[in-house]
């Protein structure tokens, strides 16, 4: 079946925090993660169902719903999970505060790779834990791991490491080698994994994604896995997303952390996850293939199109990060925003100078958003000669 990715919706004055937080009128939003496409039409028509149902009682997760998720791990990662190993979360930046607040002891160390999105830096001082942060290397055009940083920043009161697998902002696919290299780090160090796999369903090349807790049991019985189909189908204002957690009582405090205080998933958020999961992989693989033809219209025209501008190509997510240090602006965010175009601003995620771009938009968005960004830097430039 074919679906219109180059529809333009104007998504102005419609409550979304993407184009409405802004309003510049004339300006293209292309900062926060989420597409401009919309959800697939097999979860349309289940909350269609479920609105013409019209009862919305306190919801629970149904045991298709468990089992969808169970089977899909099992063929998508060979990952042998139970049920009673699901969390579920309204979203999962709260699961990140949640691992943040559960494991180890108020003034604990947390560690995060940077550059990262931004509640990876905010969540451990959200929950008195001390951020520690080891910097991506970049090593032949890829974002790597510094292993031996990793091993000095360590600390007896480290307790626990942030991990986002595939990486947001810098598109990275973590390779076997890479996440078993920090995985034993952090089993050597007594140190709880905390890995947000948002975007393992947004892989663009040929590379596999591979759950952290999937590379042994002993790493599992260590890990807390965070997983969403809110980037995937574009579904995050339904607010359903969950944690697999084997180790019991890593899932026990996990749970009492958030007793009390948070709600569960609504009746939407649930019957949208389920059908996504379950119906739509032609969908998925049909926008990750638009994805993939909008990164490669990026990473053309801002390596070729718009020195000094420079990123690498991400291998997962609809997310470009540019490198704009050599621009030598105090803001470049704001620069590009005066010229129409908002992105995100890099030093939110620890790396002031670069700049993040969302690209999950119609190709004739992305056109125009590039034009202008043209345009920017030759004003700029001709200002700089007169
Ligand atoms: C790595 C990562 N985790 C979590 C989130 C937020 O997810 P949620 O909307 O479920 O809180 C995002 C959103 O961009 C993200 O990129």
Redesign the pocket.
């Known amino acids: 079946m074919g679906y219109d990715f180059d529809k333009i919706i104007d998504r102005r004055n419609t409550g979304s925090l993407k184009w409405d937080q802004y309003p510049d009128d004339e300006a293209i939003s292309m900062w926060l993660?989420d597409m401009d496409f919309q959800a697939p039409p097999a979860v349309l028509e289940a909350l269609r169902k479920c609105v013409d149902y019209g009862i919305f009682g306190y919801p629970l997760p149904t045991k298709e719903l468990a089992e969808v998720i169970t089977q899909a791990m099992e063929q998508k990662y060979g990952w042998a999970i139970e049920p009673e190993w699901i969390v579920w979360l309204p979203?999962?930046?709260?699961g990140?505060n949640l691992a943040c607040r559960s494991v180890g002891n108020v003034d604990d160390e947390a560690i995060s790779f940077t550059p990262v999105?931004p509640?990876f830096l905010g969540a451990p001082g959200q929950s008195k834990r001390t951020l520690l942060t080891v910097p991506l290397m970049l090593k032949d055009g890829q974002y790597v791991f510094d292993l031996e940083k990793l091993k000095k920043t360590i600390t007896p009161k480290t307790s626990l490491l942030i991990l986002?697998s595939p990486h947001?902002p810098v598109g990275r696919v973590f390779s076997r080698e890479e996440l078993l290299a920090v995985a034993e780090i952090c089993l050597e160090n007594d140190i709880v994994i905390c890995s947000?796999e948002?975007?393992c369903d947004l892989v663009m090349d040929d590379v596999k994604h591979i759950p952290a807790a999937s590379l042994s049991s002993e790493i599992a019985n260590n890990t807390i896995t965070l997983m969403?189909p809110?980037?995937t189908y574009n579904i995050?204002g339904l607010g359903c997303?969950f944690a697999i957690i084997s180790n019991e009582k890593i899932r026990r405090d996990f749970v009492e952390a958030e007793k009390g205080i948070l709600s569960t998933p609504n009746a939407l958020g649930y019957s949208a996850c389920l059908t996504a999961y379950r119906d739509c992989e032609d969908w998925r693989l049909a926008v990750v293939d638009y994805l993939r033809k909008n990164r490669e219209v990026v990473y053309d025209c801002i390596n070729n199109e718009l020195a000094p501008l420079s990123m690498q190509k991400g291998q997962a997510t609809y997310l470009a990060w540019i490198d704009a240090r050599k621009l030598e602006l105090a803001d470049p965010a704001g620069f590009f925003r005066e010229g129409g175009v908002i992105l995100s601003d890099g030093k939110d995620f620890a790396a002031p100078g670069f700049l993040r771009l969302n690209f999950a938009c119609p190709q004739g968005v992305l056109l125009v958003a590039l034009c202008r960004m043209k345009r920017s830097l030759a004003q700029l430039q001709s200002n700089s000669l007169d």
């Open positions: 993660a979203c999962l930046g709260t990140l999105y509640p986002c947001n947000d948002i975007h969403s809110s980037k995050p997303g």
